[in-house]
């Protein structure tokens, strides 16, 4: 993704807070007195309490000059000295980070129902807002019966393994090329490979191009070809939610969303909206929501054309099955709404990250990539396409995703929760409202835990029973428990089938003059863990007909 700044996180919270100063009202400097009256009686009160360890928290930004510019990386540095929790405030809000395994397994056991809601009413208020439709969607909710309500639903309608196989079941000659094309749009020389989005020269228009003769029509998921896609699933992501006017959309909103707001930081100058964000936020918001009621009446009117007694589950798409929902489970539209835009986020941004990384390391280890080809080669041979039923033998193809997944988790700070009551949590006292991080990014390259913890050995998952769901505490990139993402099972399937498809079709080399060490590894975090520098790659057809991956339309 595209990013409006360079100015990281941190200095961007920082930047915010000095402009504000830099033109202070009336209004402002009475706001700035009452705050640091609150904060004074705050000091008091917390002094009574047993709280972590943690930097020095000055008067109205606290540790903001603590942290670095990458915060899961300032505050994995930080666990070297404030082992296994990390105390702060960031502006006027108590945060607290989670940086062992120990800790987190207490966490998510012991203590999950106490730290079960999100952190929607502070660090992520705008974001729960705006982007996340008043906090009513599954991810950035409170804790509440009606979101376990449609957390049920989702777990029991759309996502058991019968259903999600029925209704996400990647089809190979039509799911695949919309899922990858933009990958697949090799050319002469060094291509740009962005899982996200493009691939191919950067001056490269729309047309033909010849590569080693094989011929590819340039085209991508915006060209209106999407409507050939059989999956319903798919289809309803990616030629309505996937519409260009969507992705542009919420491309901006993720752009935005990468600036903290000063307002979120200090709740009592929200109102002011000093930098803008909430303006902006807004207007896109509404660009959002009015495209995604369009898309759900669209459904409804569908849905009364037809009879709806005689749609079998096998047509019908995520929507349909929301819509059909009775009785308790019934949902109303703005749920609908919520609940589509979290799992298009979950199934689609995330696991064609997490591609990108595997890619990255796999050609920083050509070892690792020889391996997982011949396995692939073994199983799949050259003239057929992956499927999904080759998954239970490909293990390999399992543990490069494990182990891309341990040193690049999607979101290394998981989703910040928080806890409405004052509690304790490994002997501390924990304030209400505290946000709280788990830092996976910290804990799957610990040391103490991991042999050669930041090397990439895929090997030490092939004799391993660690899984997705937190059994154990030392590897859980998607969270555990209550608030685990419940699109785990979909994006995973999408993750192996792009990944192994990529591999097994091309060879992936460094570009010309480049060597596996000039790969780099650096990377940064706003709302997901990205690569800091757009791969840059050569891809080699290595099987006789790569088209066995696309719709026949795009056959050479």
Known sequence: METTSSIPFVDQAKHGVVEALKTPSAPFITIILAILVLLL???????????????????????????????????????????????????ALPMLAVQSAEVAEELFKQRDLDFASRAHSTILYTVAKYFGF????????????????????????????????????????????????PLYLLFTG??????VGRAGRDDQGAGESEWEGFRIERRTAHDGDEHHMQNAFRKTLLREVLSKEFHELVQGMLRTARNPN????????????????????????????????????????????????????????????????????KLSDWSIMATVNDLFLASTDAPLTIVQWAIIELIRHPEAMAKLQKELDDVVGNSRALQETD?????????????????????????????????TLHGYDIPKNTTVFV????????????????????????????????????????????????????????????????????????QSGKTTEDIDTENTYSLVLKPKHPLVCRAVPRIPRVDVYYDPQYAP
Not at 55 to 64: F, S, T, W
Not at 292 to 314: C, F, N
Request: proline content about 6%; aromatic content about 8%; glycine content about 6%.
């Open 41 to 91: 009686v705050h000091r008091i009160f917390q002094k009574r309490l047993k709280l972590p360890p943690g930097p020095r928290n000055l008067p109205i930004i606290g540790a903001m000059l603590s942290l670095d510019k990458e915060m899961h990386k300032s505050l994995a540095k930080h666990a070297e000295k404030y082992r296994p929790l990390l105390y702060f405030r960031l502006g």
């Open 134 to 181: 008043e906090a009513s969607g599954i991810g950035l909710a409170p804790y509440t019966d009606k979101l376990k309500q449609l957390r049920k639903v989702c777990t029991q309608e759309l996502l058991t393994g019968a259903k999600l196989a029925a209704t996400v079941k990647v089809n190979v000659k039509h799911d695949i090329p919309y899922l990858t094309l």
């Open 190 to 195: 060094p291509c740009l490979v962005d899982p």
């Open 262 to 329: 000063v307002g979120d930081l200090f709740p009592w100058l929200r109102w002011m909206d000093l930098q803008g964000l909430t303006k902006e936020f807004k207007a896109l918001c509404d660009k959002q929501q009015l495209l995604m009621r369009e898309i759900v009446e669209d459904h409804k009117k569908a849905r009364e054309k037809s009879d709806k007694r005689l749609v079998s589950s096998a047509s019908m798409d995520f929507i349909d099955i929301l819509l059909s929902l009775e009785g308790e489970d």
């Open 391 to 423: 998954f239970s033998k490909t293990p390999f193809l399992i543990a490069v995703v494990k182990e891309t997944l341990r040193l690049h988790p999607p979101f290394p700070l998981l989703l910040p929760r928080m806890n409405e009551k004052q509690t």
């Open 439 to 510: 830092n996976v990014y910290s804990i799957g390259r610990d040391k103490r835990k991991w042999e050669k913890a930041n090397e990439f050995i895929p090997e030490r998952f092939l004799s391993s029973n660690m899984n997705f769901n937190g059994n154990d505490s030392n590897y859980m990139p998607f969270g555990v428990g209550r608030r685990q993402c419940v699109a785990v099972n979909m994006g995973l399937l999408m993750t192996n089938r792009v990944l192994g498809s990529l591999v097994h079709a091309f060879e992936w080399l460094p």
